[in-house]
């Protein structure tokens, strides 16, 4: 296996909702645009649980959600509101600023229930860091779905398999969600040249070699893996795309090609100049710690 591994770590939202996190890492910012990817779940949400996400703002960057199980009500500035269930891809391109909230819908609230899925976001390329904000949400039944032998691929964004997913982006980017039968393997061709692969559930063996729950296995460019399920039934996601133009600085939610732009970004949240989500009154406070952007 010509990869190198990366090893997740786990992060607490608030409210005992626990993610793990597995972008930017130290050994590579981004796969792609991807420059942040968390798994939370499966989880068995208590009916006492308080898992919302207040508002908070975005800039630089496309935030993507992705459900297994479960459903989150989207709300932001620009006055999208979206119930985002499984099998969904909702993509918030964040551009000069955006602020969004995470809250659970009102049927669960109270109720137990699971939540399943995956955040990841992709940093917009430097013409496009200050576009306008948007939302677009696609539902399950317009995304893609390729039947192999032994295998179903969803092509949640991007082409894959004679398939193109009709969700915009702006660079070359692809994020498929793959099940694989017992036993059975599948060949990833064409990939772009940034890829990687990480398991969902089940034993995945990449070109033979276990790929441990929780790890994210980064493929060389012109890799052609062999992906082969254990004895039971798997599910992965494969991300990537072209390379992003520079390097990206990071602060909390914040992601630019300039640190000037996220102390900007900064001080216009600390005084409230980003907008406001139709309704909410809540916020989360821009964090105490002295802006040093991540390198």
């Not at 052609?224 to 494969?238: E, H, I, L, Y």
Request: glycine share 8%; proline share 9%; charged share 20%.
């Amino acid at each position: 296996m010509s990869a190198a591994i990366l090893k997740s770590h786990e992060k607490d939202l608030g409210g005992g909702f626990v993610v793990r996190r597995l972008l930017p890492s130290a050994v590579k910012q981004a796969v792609g645009p991807f420059i942040f990817f968390d798994h939370f779940g499966p989880i068995d949400v208590a009916p006492d649980a308080n898992h919302d996400v207040r508002p908070h703002p975005h800039i630089g960057l496309a935030t993507v959600t992705y459900l297994f199980e479960g459903a989150i009500d989207h709300r932001d500035s620009i006055g999208s509101c979206q119930r985002i269930e499984p099998g969904a891809i909702n993509w918030m391109t964040a551009g000069r600023g955006i602020v969004h909230s995470e809250r659970t819908p009102h049927d669960l609230a109270g109720q137990p229930h699971r939540t399943h899925g995956l955040q990841l976001w992709a940093a917009l390329p430097k013409a496009h860091e200050e576009d306008e904000p948007s939302f677009t949400h696609t539902p399950q039944a317009d995304i893609p779905v390729v039947a192999l032998d032994g295998a179903v691929v969803k092509v949640l964004i991007g082409t894959a398999f004679g398939q193109t997913s009709p969700v915009r982006t702006y660079m070359q980017t692809v994020y498929l969600d793959v099940a694989l039968q017992a036993g059975r393997e599948l060949r990833l061709e064409d990939l772009p040249p940034e890829a990687a692969i990480y398991p969902i559930s089940g034993e995945v063996l990449l070109d033979g070699v276990a790929l441990l729950p929780h790890t994210m296995a980064l493929l060389e460019a012109g890799a052609v893996p062999v992906v082969t399920a254990g004895s039971a039934p798997v599910q992965f996601v494969v991300i990537g795309g072209e390379p992003l133009d520079g390097h990206r600085y990071l602060f909390w939610n914040f992601v630019s090609s300039s640190k000037e732009r996220l102390s900007q970004a900064a001080d216009d949240w600390s005084a409230q100049r980003m907008g406001q989500v139709p309704g909410e009154t809540e916020f989360i406070p821009l964090p105490k710690a002295p802006l040093r952007p991540a390198t």
